[in-house]
């Protein structure tokens, strides 16, 4: 079935620092695929997604492209802010309708 | 107006008791879910309701029952609670039962902590 891996966290940056964290997948297809963050004390909320190869998702200065060739979705922003520290999840979305999730990379930004 | 609202948001029992948790939505969505997360994070996917239909049933001990009144509710009851049941449990809706290219909106979580 669908999987999705993502790097390990905790990551930790200084404000206005370049983030990348990578997220690869395996999947049946061409399934779409999807960024969540959770805030602290939050549930999920969708980042991004992009539906089909070299679709870039962009939301509040993040970006992920999806690369069908090295089947990643790695998530980027050029510059952190404070506010940006959270989970983030990758996600990809299989034939039976299921969303199924990565397992989390925390980000802690530092002022 | 909160979209997916989950009650109780804190939950603190012993163990062997039995639990709910409610799930509702003011979306109109069609389809309903509840994932599990770990204390690493880990999120798993338990139950999915479209239509008051079960259309997921994960690998969940059968202590664990899902009941859907209308396509608004969701909830989950949970017998004979086991130590390993602490994590927080998070209600998700979405329109359509194909998740594919659309989009889940999550609760705010539910923790339950078993003594």
């Known amino acids: 079935g669908n999987s999705v891996t993502q790097m390990e966290g905790p990551v930790t940056l200084s404000e206005e620092a370049f983030l990348t964290i990578n997220c690869t997948y395996t999947?049946?297809?061409?399934?779409?695929l999807f960024w969540y963050v959770q805030y602290p004390g939050e549930g999920l909320q969708l980042l991004l997604k992009?539906?089909?190869?070299?679709d870039k998702g962009s939301n509040k200065g993040f970006e992920a492209t999806y690369r069908k060739e090295t089947t990643s979705f790695h998530l980027e922003k050029g510059s952190v802010q404070v506010s940006d520290s959270a989970v983030y999840f990758c996600?990809?979305?299989?034939?039976?309708?299921?969303?199924?999730f990565g397992q989390g990379t925390e980000l802690s930004v530092k002022p | 107006d909160t979209a997916v609202s989950q009650t109780p948001k804190y939950l603190v029992t012993q163990m062997g008791n039995d639990k709910s948790i409610k799930c509702e939505q003011n979306l109109g969505h069609d389809t309903m879910y509840w994932y599990k997360q770990d204390s690493k994070k880990f999120l798993k996917i338990m139950f999915s309701y479209n239509n008051k239909e079960l259309i997921i049933n994960e690998t969940v001990p059968n202590r664990f029952s899902p009941k859907s009144p209308d396509k608004a509710h969701l909830n989950l009851h949970i017998n004979s609670l086991e130590l390993g049941d602490s994590a927080v449990y998070f209600c998700?809706?979405?329109?359509?039962?194909?998740?594919?290219?659309?989009?889940?909106?999550f609760g705010e979580g539910s923790r339950l902590t078993v003594l």
């Open positions: 999947a049946t297809g061409y399934p779409s």
């Open positions: 996600a990809v979305a299989n034939l039976g309708g299921k969303l199924i």
């Open positions: 998700a809706s979405s329109q359509g039962d194909r998740v594919g290219t659309g989009e889940l909106f």
């Open positions: 992009a539906t089909k190869a070299d």
